[in-house]
T-cell receptor
Framework: EPEVTQTPSHQVTQMGQEVILRCVPI?????FYWYRQILGQKVEFLVS????????KSEIFDDQFSVERPDGSNFTLKIRSTKLEDSAMYFC?????????????FGPGTRLTVT | GQSLEQPSEVTAVEGAIVQINCTYQ??????LSWYQQHDGGAPTFLSY????GLEETGRFSSFLSRSDSYGYLLLQELQMKDSASYFC????????????FGTGTRLTVIP
């Protein structure tokens, strides 16, 4: 069964450093997303991406964040200068069509720890 | 904006039936989804209701009442592996494809 993959599974970084989180969405999906979940809290939307551009972003997704689809398979989230409050689990997700956005397939997540 | 409220915790006995409620306030409504998340795992899609009524998928059913801005997830014949967090979610707005998640309900199944 196709699945979303993410690397690394755990990233530890120092405050102020740049991090890149990587995702490989399901191959025939068209919509890609990043969400984050602070420990014990709900899943929060960051950004959605379609047709090589951002289609939606939340207020969390400020100038410190960027996304890119550098090739036909990878989807990345970059945080330019990490803060302590960026520590969270980051999930990548993908879906087949806009109408099917209610059914999103999530990757296993990258746990980001900022020290 | 969107607001979805769920009970924070529910405990039920193996083999029993449990209902997890979700009330929502949204500027527009485009269906209610349910996701399951085991500790340390990723959310996985369970069900979706666009119209009023009950949708059944095996042991899980989901109900929606748009007039009451309310839905629930019903889990039957509970198994220990059903212990997880359950989130309801709505789409951000018309035409948007992002999901806005509820606060989550932690279900504990006991023997």
């Amino acid at each position: 069964e196709p699945e979303v993959t993410q690397t690394p599974s755990h990233q530890v970084t120092q405050m102020g450093q740049e991090v890149i989180l990587r995702c490989v969405p399901i191959s025939n999906h068209l919509y890609f997303y990043w969400y984050r979940q602070i420990l014990g809290q709900k899943v929060e939307f960051l950004v959605s991406f379609y047709n090589n551009e951002i289609s939606e972003k939340s207020e969390i997704f400020d100038d410190q964040f960027s996304v890119e689809r550098p090739d036909g398979s990878n989807f990345t989230l970059k945080i330019r200068s990490t803060k302590l409050e960026d520590s969270a689990m980051y999930f990548c997700a993908s879906s087949g069509t806009s109408g099917g956005a209610y059914e999103q397939y999530f990757g296993p997540g990258t746990r980001l720890t900022v020290t | 904006g969107q607001s979805l409220e769920q009970p924070s915790e529910v405990t039920a006995v193996e083999g029993a039936i449990v209902q997890i409620n979700c009330t929502y306030q949204t500027s527009g409504f485009y269906g209610l989804s349910w996701y399951q998340q085991h500790d340390g795992g990723a959310p996985t899609f369970l069900s979706y209701n666009a119209l009023d009524g009950l949708e059944e998928t095996g042991r899980f059913s989901s109900f929606l009442s748009r007039s009451d801005s309310y839905g629930y997830l019903l889990l039957q014949e509970l198994q220990m592996k059903d212990s997880a967090s359950y989130f309801c979610a709505v789409r951000g707005r018309s035409g948007a494809n992002n999901l806005f998640f509820g606060t989550g309900t932690r279900l504990t199944v006991i023997p």
